[in-house]
């Protein structure tokens, strides 16, 4: 009998040592969060929503906003829509792609009077001042 436990003893001895010889797993590292466009949209799409469209702004009153910010193309973006059509042509589309932090803004309203101060506003917010208006 004591051969036997010798044996297993030695058995299960050997196979801690094999076990410690095994390299780690590889693991994918998590991903730290979200990326830099989406970070930028979101600042900007919150305060466009706060200052053109929830305080009923009247140059922005015949618009709706769409949000798509939630895009796994990794091209984060909202649309301005006609008010009473809202599957209608996007007339502004503001956008941020893959990582990085720069916000692309085109469509027909940028070459409107209102494209200026859209622009103004856009470069306002992703600069991180989230006022409704360019102080003078």
């Known amino acids: 009998m004591r051969p036997t436990i010798a044996r297993l003893a030695l058995l299960a001895a050997a196979g801690l040592a094999l076990a410690s010889c095994q390299s780690s797993p590889k ?7 979200k990326s ?19 305080s009923k702004d009247p140059a922005f009153k015949a618009y709706q906003m769409a949000n798509e910010l939630n895009s796994y193309s990794g091209t984060p973006r909202f649309l301005l829509v006609p008010a009473k059509h809202y599957g209608g042509k996007p007339l502004l589309v503001v956008q941020a792609q893959g990582n990085s932090s720069r916000v692309d803004v085109f469509g027909p309203l940028m070459n409107e009077p209102l494209g200026a101060r859209i622009s103004s506003d856009i470069a306002r917010w992703q600069a991180g001042n989230p006022t409704c208006a360019a102080s003078a």
């Open 36 to 54: 830099a466009s989406l970070l930028a949209m979101e600042q900007v799409a919150i305060a466009a929503h706060k200052c053109w469209i929830a």
């Open 27 to 33: 693991t994918t590292p998590v991903p730290s969060g």
